[in-house]
């Protein structure tokens, strides 16, 4: 144990003086200033709408307008529709009226899938009923948790810079290492020292934590403050990083030109990423993609930064990852044993 | 111009022989594959709905028309349903009422949205006093399609310069780079001889990407327009990083560096209000991600693509005059 730590103290002196060190300082100090500069608390998706008002006389009296406030008026059907081809993001509305009998057409762009449709029609309905005399609201809202809690959109987007910076990027430096190590024949120089390549490879993956854990400790602390738990917050980042690294490990195992290992790794890395897609639409949830590592991951730190988060549910796959790393650990350290040629 | 075809060459013949250019030019297919089949799910879900089996029949079939529905066995199941960490909501009759069962966490127009579907159900006696229909202006192309397209034509351009990064760093290692020096070949020659690959194979990669991805109309053109450009910016950012260095963990990390601007510029292209878009204004990735966004939408002009790009070339030849005595310095 002595003899690793002396290892990872030199490899940590080492990587200080070189570049990665000010790269990735430099990369976090960058990442803060944009979260705080430049990205807003909250975002704004709101979406235009558009007008088109086809009535026998122009009297608007009917209370279904005071909903369309804020659309954009147009003069024509044509109009409308031209609107919409030029913003794929807005949606149109015509009002017929012929003889008292009123018909709505709502005008979407067309991608829109058929249960959105009947979603759309059946919530416009339902709205109107609402407001209709004499109506009873039958549902209640059972809620499972009291005060439910939510990040804002910035603070939303630290799980995944955790994610990708901390967790992902591990896999791409220790290929990185172990290329250059092997280059100098430092690879085969542990394997026949006593103290073996598994120090090797274990002391370069803690230089990694280390500074997976310095950074996501500052950028973290500097966008929430005191409201986060940061003894869990590394842990968590331990545990993920190292996973990440020994996935690393395990993938540049099988290649033996840091090129291709790379080209491996961007595919795992870009696969994962789909992974991320449920963070913003959580209505989007097959099972294929929960079991996806960045899943967990990225929930599992929302649950850390929330103030009244899931913790039980982090710490669980905090430490699933923490065991899981540590078998590819030993299984990619024996392969580089066995080969001794990375 | 025979030395520089002598460099492609080589370099060519160095990624057949060990499978890497292949690799590279499948890797965008392979992705636009994986998203291909992700998309419609992703499109086609708004709300999912957890209920008990032998629920009231008529209000099933009712939700089933814009929901997807989970069915389980007792209301503990439903609430171990609804406490997971993705939005699902409970629906459970309980005598004349229904209950919607929520976490607390999840959007509120969704939570609204589902009550007022489900009191319509409920009142389904009552008539709408208007009618309602539902058109559209005939446009197929779901925004998250265009997106992801739009940042795996970004990614798969990136990576060229990364090919020249990692190619560079590999001369460093083998000092091959010092008999490239003493050869008869100018350096400006093996710069251009070593940047075609990176130019060609993002080329290649976005144009089969986009096949797969049934974007069969856009405007060909203009898409090459737009990577050569940012294709120029990655191969100088390739060049400085990779010939300075002779050690790929600040390669890579420096990878990173390049990474972060991209997914910052495409984030803040989407959600930046107009007035603070200026912010991203420095980005050479914000103006490629307006130019494919415009050539994905088949909106593109010849005066947006050549405006856009020549600002996206000027940021590059910025970015070089401020490295250029380090590359320079770095072949030495």
Request: proline share 2%; net charge negative; with cysteine.
């Amino acid at each position: 144990m002595k003899k690793l730590l002396a290892v990872y103290i030199n490899d940590l002196k080492l990587s200080i003086n070189g570049l990665y060190f000010y790269i990735e300082v430099i990369m976090a100090v960058t990442f803060i200033i944009a979260m705080l500069v430049a990205i807003p608390d909250t975002f704004e998706t709101s979406r235009e709408y558009y007008l088109f008002l086809n009535l026998d006389q122009q009297n608007i009296s009917h209370s279904l307008f005071e909903d369309f406030q804020d659309a954009i008026i147009t003069n024509s059907r044509e109009e409308l529709e031209l609107k919409l081809n030029e913003n794929r993001n807005a949606v149109g509305i015509e009002i017929t009226e012929r003889s008292n009998n009123i018909t709505l057409d709502i005008v979407l762009q067309g991608h829109e899938s058929q249960s959105l449709r009947n979603f759309i029609l059946a919530e416009i309905e339902a709205s109107i009923i609402a407001d209709s005399f004499g109506f009873i609201d039958i549902v209640d809202e059972v809620r499972l948790q009291d005060q439910p809690d939510s990040l804002s959109d910035r603070e939303n987007i630290l799980p995944i810079y955790l994610t990708i910076n901390i967790a992902l990027m591990g896999l791409f430096i220790i290929a990185a290492y172990i290329f250059l190590d092997k280059e100098e024949g430092i690879v085969k120089a542990y394997a026949v020292s006593p103290l073996g390549i598994w120090s090797y490879l274990a002391s370069k993956a803690f230089v990694i934590l280390t500074m997976g854990i310095v950074t996501s400790l500052v950028v973290v602390f500097s966008i929430m403050q005191f409201r986060v738990n940061y003894l869990l917050l590394t842990f968590l980042v331990l545990c993920f990083n190292v996973f990440g690294s020994a996935l690393g490990i395990l993938i540049t195992s099988f290649y033996d030109s840091m090129i291709k290992a790379m080209e491996a790794l961007y595919l795992v890395i870009m696969v994962m990423m789909i992974g991320s897609i449920t963070y913003f639409v959580p209505a989007f949830n097959p099972i294929w993609i929960r079991v996806l590592p960045v899943y967990p991951m990225l929930f599992s730190f929302r649950e850390l930064l929330l103030e009244q988060g899931n913790i039980l549910y982090a710490l669980q796959n905090a430490i699933i990852f923490l065991v899981l790393g540590s078998f590819i650990f030993i299984y990619a350290s024996k392969r580089f044993s066995k080969s001794l040629s990375v | 111009m025979r030395k520089i075809i002598a460099v492609l060459y080589r370099d060519i013949l160095n990624g057949l022989r060990d499978w890497l250019i292949l690799y590279l030019a499948i890797a965008p297919l392979l992705i636009a594959l994986i998203f291909r089949l992700v998309v419609p799910g992703v499109s086609d879900t708004n709300l999912n709905l957890v209920m008990k089996h032998g629920e009231d029949q008529q209000l099933v079939s009712y939700l089933d028309d814009f929901a997807k529905i989970e069915y389980v066995d007792s209301l503990e199941d439903i609430e171990e349903r609804v406490l997971r960490m993705d939005d699902v909501f409970g629906v459970m009759t309980v005598d004349e009422k229904v209950e919607v069962i929520t976490q607390g966490n999840e959007r509120r127009e969704m939570i609204d949205a589902l009550k007022l579907l489900i009191n319509r159900h409920c009142h389904s006696d009552v008539e709408v006093p208007i009618n309602i229909m539902i058109s559209d202006v005939g446009w197929g192309e779901s925004p998250l399609k265009i997106e992801g397209a739009n940042i795996l034509i970004l990614f798969t351009s990136v990576f060229g310069g990364m090919l020249i990064l990692l190619n560079m760093v590999d001369e460093k290692m083998s000092n091959t780079l010092s008999s490239i020096n003493v050869s008869t070949i100018s350096r400006f020659e093996f710069v251009v001889g070593k940047s075609i690959l990176g130019f060609i194979l993002p080329i290649v990669g976005s144009i089969g990407a986009l096949l797969i991805l049934e974007f069969e109309t856009i405007n060909i053109a203009h898409l090459v327009i737009t990577l050569l450009s940012i294709g120029l910016t990655s191969v100088v950012i390739g060049f400085a990083i990779g010939v300075y260095n002779d050690e790929p963990i600040a390669a890579i990390a420096s990878m990173k560096g390049v990474f972060i601007p991209l997914i910052l510029s495409v984030a803040g292209a989407i959600y930046l209000s107009d007035q603070l878009q200026v912010l991203l204004f420095w980005s050479p990735f914000y103006w490629a991600y307006q130019n494919i966004n415009a050539i994905l939408l088949n909106e593109s002009s010849t005066y947006l693509i050549f405006r856009n790009s020549f600002n996206i070339f000027i940021i590059s030849l910025a970015v070089f005059a401020i490295l250029r005595k380090r590359i320079i310095r770095g072949f030495d």
